[in-house]
């Protein structure tokens, strides 16, 4: 496994005179709009080795339903990022999960899976239209696109996305979810064998603002990256001057966290992650990215869901679409920025030097990600 010394923090680093630190944010790529679906939400995206495809798993309505109740599961196939953005995939419904259908579902890709029917695991909330029970489960697969052995480890409905990855670290799988409905908290849930979980412990919770926006955490998508747990958090920015708390309208921004141990998580300074576009741009309003991931451009591709519109408005009292005059509502963004590049160390003086901390080489080489287009670089083993 191929790790990185992640320099978001100053972990790994004993001393760095003259230097300073810098963020930078991604920037779009473009959009994925399927031409059958005015609103579609939540995502999971990631190159899947065992088809040599990106897949890309988002939500559409059920057509007697609207947005915020029951959604058919699809998922979408292409050979390079940009062929979302041109629309040159292929497109399929999941199979498996009618006739209750699933509401803020995540799908994990499980490469290393020893058993081949949990290489795909899908974690989601039953919306309480059709079922009155339990309302968050989890269903796996070995072809992610026919999913079974339906389980039901949380009694409460999450409200949001349903997320998961593997740490490791502590050979764990964790689950990602509210701790319970309208809850603006971050959440996770610990198992490891995928039958037995903890009870939900909240890891993230929102801090307090000087002015007249509320902020509460809508969810979090967790990606692993060659040793380090990225984290994109919806940070839903809300009007206190609504009464009721559950429909409190607002705008969404995503901010990166990171963690080495993939339990805590720190805030960096790239907040937010992406910048919001203009008007009518998809994202505008809501810009809920959840997933990062590598391609073969030496790029990361940042991929979630975006709105024109606010969080709330999607539908009027007698279920007419307040935008039916722009046809779509929601699509799937796609961002990118160079590889690794969301953070870097950056000389300001003649002699600026990095010192890191000791440090075990397991093997192979060891590489620096630099650029000394205006200067010089120079590295050198100082100890044994």
């Given at each position: 496994m191929q790790t990185k010394l992640c320099f978001f923090d100053d972990l790994y680093i004993a001393a760095r005179p003259g230097v300073t630190r810098r963020y930078f944010k991604?920037?779009?790529?473009?959009?994925?709009?399927?031409?059958?679906?005015?609103?579609?939400?939540?995502?999971?995206?990631?190159?899947?080795?065992?088809?040599?495809?990106?897949?890309l798993y988002y939500e559409k309505p059920i057509e007697e339903y609207n947005d915020t109740e029951i959604r058919m599961l699809m998922l979408a196939e292409g050979d390079y990022v940009e062929d979302f953005t041109s629309g040159n995939v292929t497109i399929t419904q999941v199979n498996g999960l009618?006739?209750?259908?699933?509401?803020?579902?995540?799908?994990?890709?499980?490469?290393?899976?020893?058993?081949?029917?949990?290489?795909?695991?899908?974690?989601?909330?039953?919306?309480?239209?059709?079922?009155?029970?339990?309302?968050?489960?989890?269903?796996?697969?070995?072809?992610?696109?026919?999913?079974?052995?339906?389980?039901?480890?949380?009694?409460?409905?999450?409200?949001?996305?349903?997320?998961?990855?593997?740490?490791?670290?502590?050979?764990n799988y964790f689950a990602i979810l509210r701790p319970s409905p309208i809850d603006r908290r971050i959440?996770?849930?610990?198992?490891?064998?995928?039958?037995?979980?903890?009870?939900?412990?909240?890891?993230?919770?929102?801090?307090?603002?000087?002015?007249?926006?509320?902020?509460?955490?809508?969810?979090m998508g967790v990606n692993y990256i060659d040793g380090v747990f990225y984290a994109l958090v919806w940070r839903y920015m809300t009007d206190l001057g609504q009464v009721d708390f559950s429909d409190m309208l607002g705008y969404m921004e995503v901010d990166l966290y990171y963690s080495h141990d993939g339990i805590n998580f720190n805030p960096t300074g790239v907040s937010p992650v992406a910048d919001r576009p203009l008007p009518p741009d998809f994202?505008?309003?809501?810009?809920?990215?959840?997933?990062?991931?590598?391609?073969?451009?030496?790029?990361?591709?940042?991929?979630?869901?975006?709105?024109?519109?606010?969080?709330?408005?999607n539908l009027d009292k007698n279920g007419t679409s307040l935008n039916a005059e722009v046809n779509k509502t929601f699509s799937t963004s796609f961002y990118g920025i160079r590889k690794d590049g969301f953070c870097a160390l950056e000389g300001y003086g003649k002699k600026s030097v990095v010192y890191t901390k000791p440090f075990i080489c397991d093997g192979g080489e060891m590489r620096v990600n630099f650029d000394a287009r205006v200067g010089d670089l120079a590295v050198a083993v100082t100890t044994w």
């Amino acid at each position: 496994m191929q790790t990185k010394l992640c320099f978001f923090d100053d972990l790994y680093i004993a001393a760095r005179p003259g230097v300073t630190r810098r963020y930078f944010k991604a920037e779009k790529i473009g959009d994925f709009i399927d031409p059958d679906a005015m609103i579609q939400t939540y995502t999971s995206f990631f190159f899947d080795e065992s088809v040599n495809k990106f897949r890309l798993y988002y939500e559409k309505p059920i057509e007697e339903y609207n947005d915020t109740e029951i959604r058919m599961l699809m998922l979408a196939e292409g050979d390079y990022v940009e062929d979302f953005t041109s629309g040159n995939v292929t497109i399929t419904q999941v199979n498996g999960l009618n006739p209750e259908g699933v509401h803020g579902c995540g799908v994990f890709y499980n490469k290393d899976a020893k058993d081949e029917n949990q290489r795909y695991i899908l974690c989601a909330n039953i919306h309480n239209v059709r079922r009155v029970g339990n309302a968050y489960f989890m269903a796996t697969s070995k072809d992610g696109i026919n999913f079974e052995n339906i389980t039901y480890p949380y009694k409460s409905f999450s409200d949001s996305y349903c997320g998961m990855y593997y740490n490791p670290h502590n050979k764990n799988y964790f689950a990602i979810l509210r701790p319970s409905p309208i809850d603006r908290r971050i959440a996770t849930m610990r198992s490891e064998n995928l039958r037995d979980w903890t009870p939900p412990e909240v890891i993230l919770h929102p801090t307090p603002r000087g002015d007249n926006m509320g902020v509460q955490y809508y969810s979090m998508g967790v990606n692993y990256i060659d040793g380090v747990f990225y984290a994109l958090v919806w940070r839903y920015m809300t009007d206190l001057g609504q009464v009721d708390f559950s429909d409190m309208l607002g705008y969404m921004e995503v901010d990166l966290y990171y963690s080495h141990d993939g339990i805590n998580f720190n805030p960096t300074g790239v907040s937010p992650v992406a910048d919001r576009p203009l008007p009518p741009d998809f994202g505008c309003k809501q810009l809920g990215l959840i997933n990062i991931c590598n391609d073969n451009k030496n790029r990361t591709v940042l991929c979630g869901y975006a709105s024109r519109i606010l969080h709330g408005h999607n539908l009027d009292k007698n279920g007419t679409s307040l935008n039916a005059e722009v046809n779509k509502t929601f699509s799937t963004s796609f961002y990118g920025i160079r590889k690794d590049g969301f953070c870097a160390l950056e000389g300001y003086g003649k002699k600026s030097v990095v010192y890191t901390k000791p440090f075990i080489c397991d093997g192979g080489e060891m590489r620096v990600n630099f650029d000394a287009r205006v200067g010089d670089l120079a590295v050198a083993v100082t100890t044994w």
